[in-house]
């Protein structure tokens, strides 16, 4: 299989807006109304654009979960998540503090019929989360 790559230089307009050139969205078969994720690393000065497959009748949350920093504690609140249906689109973690607490971010929808404090209870419960934010995605 071939691979390509292709390496532009883009500029923004006034709104802020680029253009992705159309050789690269055919490529990557990204079409009008396709689901993009923009990740934004200000220590790096990185911008990174994923295509993503999100279904559009989802609303799509941001978890911020603060968890003790050991061994197995991300795997719980994953099961957790699981165990929910939330199947996550994106995830990303930090040890806060070594030895005491990580941060995982994570974007997925949240689970039907629950409320964001119901949802909160079970990953405190059952992921044994420290502290959490779940926000809209905007």
């Known amino acids: 299989m071939y691979h390509m790559k292709e390496v532009r230089i883009l500029t923004l307009d006034t709104r802020g807006r680029i ?3 159309q050789i690269i969205r055919k490529s990557l078969g990204i079409t009008t109304n396709s689901q993009l994720m923009l990740v934004a690393d200000s220590d790096s000065k990185e911008i ?15 978890y911020r979960i603060t968890m003790k920093d050991e061994a197995g504690a991300l795997g719980k609140i994953a099961t957790t998540l699981g165990k929910l249906g939330i199947s996550l689109v994106f995830g990303e973690s930090v040890i806060a503090e070594k030895d005491k607490a990580a941060i995982w971010t994570v974007i997925g929808p949240k689970p039907p019929q629950m409320d964001l404090e119901k949802l909160d209870e079970i ?8 502290h959490t934010e779940i926000t809209p995605l905007e």
């Open 19 to 21: 253009v992705i050139p």
């Open 123 to 130: 990953l405190r419960e059952e992921g044994n989360a420290l």
């Open 48 to 62: 990174k654009i994923t295509p993503i497959g999100m279904d559009d009748k989802s609303q799509y949350f941001k």
